[in-house]
């Protein structure tokens, strides 16, 4: 094979080396020139970025100044304001404690942990008898007569924030007993959760009502709404719309009378109503006033009530009797009227002298209702009204007696015999034939008077103490006598 031969002369690139050179000469130096640029851009980098971390150090440093300085002055702020709060509390309670010492009542406080008095002012050893070192430190719940009445109240004040007028009954150190009015409220003495007590010596007044009740019945004030007879005024009064009133009487209470003493009255009058008085107001009822040997009283709830008085009341006339042939004397006789209906009780009389009585046509009319029972021979005698007002009538023994216009009315009026108060003999005879007495009734009301006989008779057959009975039958006779239609009903009462 052959070579082949390079001809310098022939290519059509040929390079000059001298140019060559100088190009790289030209690019070294350019290339210098850049990396002097360089350096003198990282140089001005270097000292900006020392500059800017010089800055950023003394912007941190002035903060971390700040900061601490900030924290100074809240801290030494949160002291003053401490301080202020501390002061505030402390003159307060100073001026508490003026206040307190000032108040011409006993005041003091409890610690509510425990109810420890922990701080008293001048009125309370006075009012406790006791010297202030022996009082200071002690349970307050010590001093109250009813065991957990203090916890009791501290419950409501926890529910209702403060308490006032609450009446409670204490006990003094040398074993006396005296009535309070308490007044309670939460507050913060000694940083402490406590109960600022003020205490009102009201044993007086308490006393005052107490023997004044003998007089004017405390149920009296509450309908009148009044805390203390005190407070009474002369017109003074309050409406029901249904209230059942009851009278009751000694029957020949004359005749009984005149073969007493003066003294011998007063004492078997006294005698007699301290036996059946408590029996009229254990069933709510009230006495409005005496009528020497007879009551008046009323009673605002429930009709029921004031039934189930009246045979307590002939229960008790029945033991009485007992104690009274024990002792030789003679056995009484008690009538007991009652009707129900609108009425209004209150005060009366004028400035010097007021008393409480209760007025209405059903009161006026009751009266004669008692008076009635003589006239029938019946112990209880009640009104339709009355009657119609019972929840549970099945719980009675009743019977209808008659259909009267008594003096003064010319609406007649139904009257029912209550006999559960009869002797077991008597309550059961009326029982037995009660269906046979009210067919008499039924056809002597129709004008059926000769049915009406022959029915009442079987009735007394069975039972001849049956006074109710007689009177009908008496009716009836004179009814058939006299030729009366059926329409004549109603017996006139021609005397009150």
């Excluded at 006393?207 to 004017?216: D, E, P, T, Y």
């Excluded at 209230?243 to 005698?271: C, G, K, Q």
């Excluded at 009797?321 to 009780?345: H, S, W």
Aim: glycine share 6%; hydrophobic share 40%; charged share 30%.
């Amino acid at each position: 094979m052959k070579a082949k031969r390079i001809s310098g002369s022939g290519d059509s690139e040929s390079s000059d080396p001298i140019q060559d050179l100088e190009t790289a000469r030209q690019k070294i130096a350019d290339l210098e020139g850049k990396n002097r640029e360089l350096k003198l851009l990282l140089e001005m980098t270097t000292s900006h970025s020392d500059a800017v971390t010089a800055e950023l150090q003394q912007d941190k440093e002035d903060l971390e100044l700040i900061f601490e300085t900030t924290i100074n002055h809240a801290d030494m702020l949160e002291e003053e304001l401490q301080k202020k709060a501390e002061d505030a509390v402390k003159e307060s309670e100073r001026k508490l404690r003026l206040i307190v010492e000032a108040t011409p009542v006993p005041i003091l406080i409890l610690r509510r942990a425990g109810n420890e008095i922990i701080y008293i002012n001048g009125r309370v050893p006075i009012l406790l008898n006791a010297e202030a070192e022996r009082i200071l430190g002690q349970g307050f719940d010590q001093y109250f007569a009813i065991e957990q009445e203090l916890p009791t109240i501290l419950a409501d004040l926890d529910a209702e924030h403060s308490i006032d007028h609450r009446k409670a009954e204490i006990k003094t150190s040398d074993g006396g007993l005296s009535w309070v009015d308490m007044s309670l409220r939460t507050i913060m003495f000694d940083d402490e959760d406590c109960v600022l007590v003020a205490l009102n010596d009201i044993t007086d007044l308490v006393m005052f009502n107490i023997a004044a009740s003998r007089f004017v019945p405390s149920e009296w004030l509450g309908f009148l709404q009044k805390s203390s007879i005190a407070d009474l005024e002369l017109g003074d009064h309050f409406s029901s719309d249904n209230m059942s009133v009851m009278f009751s009487d000694i029957r020949s209470f004359t005749d009984l009378s005149e073969e007493m003493s003066p003294a011998e009255n007063f004492e078997f009058v006294n005698d007699y109503l301290r036996r059946v008085s408590p029996i009229i107001t254990d069933h709510t009822g009230m006495i409005v006033k005496f009528l020497g040997d007879g009551i008046m009283a009323v009673f605002p709830e429930k009709a029921t009530d004031a039934v189930d008085a009246g045979i307590a009341s002939l229960h008790e006339v029945r033991d009485y009797n007992k104690f009274r042939k024990r002792n030789d004397l003679a056995a009484i006789q008690v009538g007991i009227g009652l009707n129900t209906g609108p009425m209004m009780i209150g005060m009366v009389g004028y400035d010097q002298r007021m008393q409480g009585d209760a007025f209405s046509d059903a009161v006026n009319l009751t009266s004669r209702v008692e008076s009635l029972t003589k006239h029938y021979g019946a112990s209880f005698l009640i009104t339709a009204d009355t009657k119609q007002s019972l929840v549970q009538v099945d719980r009675y023994d009743v019977r209808f007696v008659d259909r009267v216009r008594v003096v003064g009315k010319r609406q007649s009026l139904d009257l029912f015999e209550v006999f559960n108060a009869d002797s077991r003999s008597q309550r059961q005879l009326k029982n037995e034939t009660l269906e046979t007495y009210q067919s008499a009734v039924d056809a002597f009301y129709q004008g059926e008077y000769e049915a009406a006989q022959s029915l009442l008779f079987a009735v007394l057959q069975r039972n001849p103490s049956d006074k109710v009975a007689w009177n009908r039958l008496l009716q009836a006779t004179r009814a058939l006598d006299e030729g009366l239609s059926a329409g004549s009903d109603v017996t006139v009462m021609s005397q009150k």
